[in-house]
């Protein structure tokens, strides 16, 4: 602060500091002003003008000090008031961008509420007539056509669906019940539901289920796995996806593991990153790089570890680690 009020008033001190040479100068001329007088005036001018460059340093520096510290936020409680006619023009400018700032920022939170009720408005009216075209699609004789629409069907219903909870993830708090859940049962929900892709794709199963209840919120865990799963679908062929569960120092875990193309380890430290899809698969026009993403927030969230294992054309193995009695405790707590 001190260099740069020196700089701010340098024309200042270059302007006394010039009087104070031609004074010099002036006596050093003319023989009939005594230069040793002129030196001694010029030194306590110099003693004088220190003294009142410090004073007015701690008095025009205090303003932008605190202005400098101020946390940069709406709240100006703690700005201290201006004293002088220039610091009131930058509080005063300061208040009213403020204001402004204050009212927009209202103003855009509710254009963003208003867009966020609207979509997920839209969303469950779109349900209902694709709802009505699965069960169409279900009826037909075709079975090579059939296959196709149901896959088509598939896909519109699970970008729905994540666009949903991408909307619902910044109030989670909100939605969670955490209770004993099945975890048999919402592992088979979630199955059949992928059914009609996973036969399209040759892709069967293979389950060791040691353990069948977790601590979790049902609705938010079935889509972390369904987040999961569509991920193993998605990039395997013809092979199997295998899911455990297993308890392990009193923690219960769940990991589905597949042999696809897996991930490349460059790409590893990424993956949890909003909107990243792949650096070697980068002309994947169908991955939205938000599934893995969605599935972190959410199982951060539920106190559970998500944690990924990957090779590149070796397959992916996820694991999800469940909170222990006393994590889940004070989760209830929240």
Not at 64 to 71: A, C, D, G, P
Not at 119 to 134: G, N, Q, R, S
Not at 303 to 325: D, I, M, Y
């Amino acid at each position: 602060m001190i260099k740069r009020y020196l700089i701010e008033r340098s024309s200042w001190i270059f302007l006394f500091l010039l009087q104070q040479v031609i004074l010099l100068l002036i006596a050093y001329l003319d023989p009939s002003i005594p230069l040793s007088a002129v030196g001694y005036i010029v030194f306590v001018s110099l003693i004088v003008f220190v003294i009142f460059l410090i004073y007015r340093y701690q008095k025009e520096t205090n303003f932008f000090h605190q202005l400098e510290e101020r946390e940069n936020d709406f709240d100006l409680s703690n700005m201290s008031s201006a004293s002088s006619p220039f610091e009131k023009i930058v509080e005063n400018s300061i208040i009213e961008q403020t204001k402004h700032l204050k009212q927009t920022a209202s103003e855009n939170r509710l254009l963003i509420e208003q867009e966020k009720d609207d979509l997920l408005a839209w969303i469950h009216e779109v349900k209902t007539p694709l709802t009505a075209m699965h069960l169409m699609i279900q009826r037909m004789d075709d079975t090579p056509l059939k296959g196709d629409l149901t896959y088509e069907w598939l896909r519109i219903h699970l970008l729905l669906d994540q666009q949903l909870h991408q909307k619902r993830i910044p109030f989670i708090k909100n939605d969670l019940y955490m209770e004993v859940t099945d975890l048999e049962t919402l592992l088979f929900s979630e199955l059949k539901t992928l059914q009609s892709w996973c036969i399209q794709k040759g892709i069967g199963f293979d389950f060791n289920l040691e353990v069948t209840h977790v601590l979790s919120d049902v609705k938010w865990l079935a889509f972390i796995i369904r987040q999961i799963l569509t991920n193993a679908v998605k990039y395997s062929h013809s092979s199997e996806i295998i899911i455990n569960s297993y308890n392990m120092n009193d923690r219960n875990y769940l990991s589905i593991q597949d042999f696809g193309r897996g991930i490349d380890a460059k790409d590893m430290p990424r993956i949890f990153d909003k909107g990243f899809t792949s650096t070697t698969d980068h002309q994947d026009q169908a991955s939205t790089g938000m599934g893995l993403y969605l599935a972190k927030k959410a199982a951060d969230s539920l106190h559970t570890q998500l944690s990924v294992e990957s090779k590149r054309n070796e397959g992916t193995t996820v694991t999800l680690a469940f909170p222990k009695r006393n994590e889940f405790d004070e989760t209830m707590g929240m």
